[in-house]
């Protein structure tokens, strides 16, 4: 799954990151996307691009062509 297929207050885990330039790779994970890391939408912009994520406590924007290299998974919220 792709992040830019999310709606806002979905949430999601990182599966993986694909491979790209290296440098954007390292600069992603030194942000904290890292496998397993869970996060929510919180804001897409009106055209879709750039997408804003709330992960380990900030919030990211991403560009679709920057967020299409992370591989991700949906992840279902229990209802109490």
């Not at 491979?19 to 600069?27: S, T």
């Not at 992603?28 to 406590?57: C, K, N, Y």
């Amino acid at each position: 799954m792709q992040l830019s297929e999310m709606k806002v207050g979905s949430r999601g885990q990182i599966k993986s990151l694909k491979p790209c330039e290296k440098g954007y790779r390292q600069r992603l994970i030194s942000l904290g996307l890292l496998p397993g890391t869970e996060f929510v939408v919180s804001r897409i912009a009106p055209l879709g691009d750039p997408i804003e994520i709330t992960v380990r406590g900030f919030a990211l924007s991403l560009r679709k062509n920057e967020a299409s290299i992370i591989q991700i998974e949906a992840v279902e919220t229990a209802c109490i």
